[in-house]
């Protein structure tokens, strides 16, 4: 089992910066890849960022170039530092974990609210 809690949502004016926050706990030798995902008001939960056990990590052509993902392992942490924040970067923002076990098994923080005003 694989435990994840997201922290650092909030309202931000458009232009300006927030970073989340996400620590797991559980099974973490097990974990293969961790991200970030959002679900905006009627639209589909979407991938934002992941970052892999070896550090690669690949983003979604709507953040990139704005967000950056990263892992600290002796923390037990996951960030995501998103900045040039957008009013469509709006949304509830998920914590994402992969464990390896008999096949893969997913794992979903319960999200942290990102609000962006134009």
């Known amino acids: 089992q694989v435990h994840l809690v997201e922290s650092g949502g909030g309202l931000v004016q458009a232009g300006g910066s927030l970073r989340l926050s996400c620590v797991y706990s559980?099974?973490?030798?097990?974990?293969?890849?961790m991200g970030w995902y959002r679900q905006a008001p009627g639209k589909q939960r979407e991938l934002v960022a992941a970052?892999?056990?070896?550090?690669?990590?690949n983003y979604a052509d709507s953040v990139k170039a704005r967000f950056t993902i990263s892992r600290d392992n002796a923390k037990n942490t996951v960030y995501l530092q998103m900045n040039s924040l957008k009013p469509e970067d709006t949304a509830a923002y998920y914590c994402?974990?992969?464990?390896?076990?008999?096949?893969?098994?997913?794992?979903w923080g319960k999200g942290t609210l990102v609000t962006v005003s134009s």
């Open positions: 970052i892999t056990s070896g550090g690669s990590t």
């Open positions: 559980g099974n973490i030798p097990r974990i293969n890849s």
């Open positions: 994402h974990a992969e464990e390896l076990a008999v096949g893969f098994i997913q794992h």
